[in-house]
């Protein structure tokens, strides 16, 4: 029995040192304003969740520290507080490219991955439209593996698995989202608030992380 606490300790640990905090609770330090005209006012809460305002179109922040490119695991949770667009738009890199992962667009409840083949999150086949509330909080989470790209929303409200051969095929919608890589958050006419944003590195392959074909 002790050598089984003993593991199970060691196990805990590696996990709590594994994973990284990307907000800190207390300010934006390490990310910057995206480089978008009317940008909405972004900024961190007393109880360190951020707060990104209304702007004109998309107002987001972009990550300012180093960030692996493969190999990770991302959750974050995210609330629309006002309008009716998506109030998460999370920009991630996957080798030497990068997609959005697109939470409550085109009108309050679209979900999907911008853009694979050119085609952006309303017109590929991850695409799924849900009701989406406002003032309550989601659980998203993102796990990038070679070839493979795995989304969860509130465990199973939204999923999505993408398997890709050639990482030139993924890609970002033109525009301001751009401003928001390598990694960042968006939002579209919409106030959002973000909090307990993390990224866990892979060290070790699980069979759904390998494109299916390989299996």
Same mark, same amino acid.
């Given at each position: 029995m002790k050598a089984i606490l003993t +593991?199970?300790?060691?196990?805990?640990s590696f996990s709590l040192h594994a994973q990284t905090a990307l907000f800190n609770g207390k300010d934006l330090t390490g990310w910057k304003r995206a480089h978008i005209i009317d940008n909405g006012e972004i900024k961190a809460l007393k109880d360190g969740?951020?707060?990104?305002?209304?702007?004109?179109?998309?107002s987001g922040i972009a990550y300012t520290n180093d960030f692996p490119t493969m190999n990770y695991e991302l959750s974050l949770e995210g609330m629309r507080k006002e309008g009716c667009d998506f109030? +998460?738009?999370l920009t991630i890199p996957v080798e030497k490219s990068f997609c959005t992962v697109i939470i409550g667009g085109w009108g309050g409840g679209l979900c999907g991955i911008s853009s694979f083949?050119?085609?952006?999150a309303a017109n590929n086949m991850w695409a799924e439209g849900l009701t989406l509330d406002n003032n309550r909080w989601y659980k998203l989470k993102v796990r990038v593996t070679p070839g493979v790209i795995q989304i969860s929303l509130n465990k199973d409200l939204y999923t999505a698995r993408m398997e890709f051969d050639d990482y030139k095929r993924l890609s970002l919608r033109f525009g301001d989202i751009e401003e928001t890589a390598p990694l960042g958050l968006a939002t579209y006419e919409t106030k959002a608030l973000w909090r307990n944003f993390t990224m866990t590195k892979i060290t070790k392959l699980?069979?759904?992380?390998k494109p299916f074909e390989e299996e």
């Open positions: +593991i199970l300790a060691a196990m805990l969740t951020i707060e990104c305002g209304v702007g004109k179109s998309i109030f +998460i738009a083949d050119g085609m952006d699980l069979p759904t992380d």
